[in-house]
């Protein structure tokens, strides 16, 4: 049988941490666009009813 876990070192989980910080980034900024969209179609339907 073959092992394949990598060599001991930071590296694999330097580079996991990266990867997962920069996901966790990309997913704030699109859960800010997502928030602000509805916040301002919010606003849109209050001010046409009124």
Known sequence: ???R???SGDKPALAREERLAQRLRENLRRRKAQARALGAAGEDDASSQG
């Open 1 to 3: 049988m073959t092992d």
């Open 5 to 7: 876990t990598p060599p």
